[in-house]
């Protein structure tokens, strides 16, 4: 009789080569863990048939592939920045504005450091290395005139990092913001009522021939 399913289970005479268990049942070897049996590809060798990737040194694990029990190994992050020059520290300067204000995105901010120009500005994260001391930071943002002015006083120290904020107002008048974290929007909620009140407005001078009929 067949058993498609294998052999059901209880006591069985060993096969011919094939050693004897324990008594007791399973007991691994003292010493570590057990070796891998006679056909299972060991960790770091290709399997057996396959043969060796070239480039590949004895022990060296394949792409793609993880020893068994191992989590999956996660990618490698993207490019980061280098340290600054030795003496010498960084500020990250983070500049954003209101969603809304998508036409700020043809403008970029302008950056004067200490009573002259800096570097180019952009909208996103900007790394300028400074020596040590305490540094003016004014940032704009020019646009058919300059507006959104701040001014923050950053000290840098050898080999530090410091990271500050900018966001212009939501409308093209008044002063910005800047600081050590991300800061609010100014004058956002004045644009909300000046948006509110022209959509009032214009639903008024929509409505108001049908009202008087």
Known sequence: MTHPYGQPPGNHPPQ??????????????????????????????????????????????????????????????GPQLPPPPPGMGRVVLDCSYFPLAFILALFKPTITINGQPGPPGVWGKLPIDLPPGQHHIQVHTPYLWAFGHAVAVVPV?????????YK????????????????????????????????????????????ML
């Open 16 to 77: 011919q080569g094939q050693p004897m268990p324990p008594p007791g049942g399973y007991a691994p070897p003292s010493g570590g863990f057990p070796s891998a049996p006679q056909g299972t590809p060991q960790p770091g060798m290709p399997p057996q048939g396959m043969p060796p990737q070239p480039g590949m040194q004895p022990g060296m694990q394949p792409p793609g592939m993880q020893p068994p029990g191992m989590p999956p190994q996660p990618m490698p992050a």
């Open 157 to 165: 120290a050898a080999g530090q990092q410091v990271d500050v904020y």
């Open 168 to 211: 212009p107002p939501a409308i093209a008048f008044g002063a910005g913001a800047i600081g050590p974290v991300p800061q609010d929007t100014p004058q956002l909620g004045l644009t909300l009522g000046i948006m509110g009140g022209i959509f009032v407005l214009c639903l008024l001078l929509v409505l108001l021939p049908t009202l």
